[in-house]
Nanobody
Framework: QFQLVESGGGLVQPGGSLRLSCAAS????????IAWFRQAPGKEREGVSC????????NYADSVKGRFTISRDNAKNTVYLQMNSLKPEDTAVYYC???????????????????WGQGTRITVSS
């Protein structure tokens, strides 16, 4: 069964760090571009970061650039999002998504992804 499972969310103080994981089961993750999205209460889902199938191309939203790092470990069938210097405005439910895009391409657009995880909640608060 095709499944994406996010983990690593929780409560963290401003300035802290978290690492999210997106584990795939039922399919081989290295055939898919992966993106992380987030959705805060009352707001639209936004693309935070993405990584191409090859792993050579990544992309970040301006709001997280320099603080978040996306990576993939194909041997573990997992994609990660390392989040540093977290801010209260990073509070949201974070989702990973997968789509078999071109090898060196990824997208942060919701419409380009057909496979989604269930989300993991992150709260940044003191």
């Amino acid at each position: 069964q095709f499944q994406l499972v996010e983990s690593g969310g929780g409560l963290v103080q401003p300035g802290g760090s978290l690492r999210l994981s997106c584990a795939a089961s039922g399919f081989t993750l290295n055939n898919y571009a992966i993106a992380w999205f987030r959705q805060a209460p009352g707001k639209e889902r936004e693309g935070v970061s993405c990584i191409s199938r090859s792993g050579s191309n990544t992309n970040y939203a301006d709001s997280v650039k320099g603080r978040f790092t996306i990576s993939r470990d194909n041997a573990k069938n997992t994609v990660y999002l390392q989040m540093n210097s977290l801010k209260p405005e990073d509070t949201a439910v974070y989702y990973c998504a997968a789509q078999p895009l071109q090898a060196y391409f990824c997208s942060r657009q919701v419409r380009n992804y057909g496979y989604w995880g269930q989300g993991t909640r992150i709260t940044v608060s003191s």
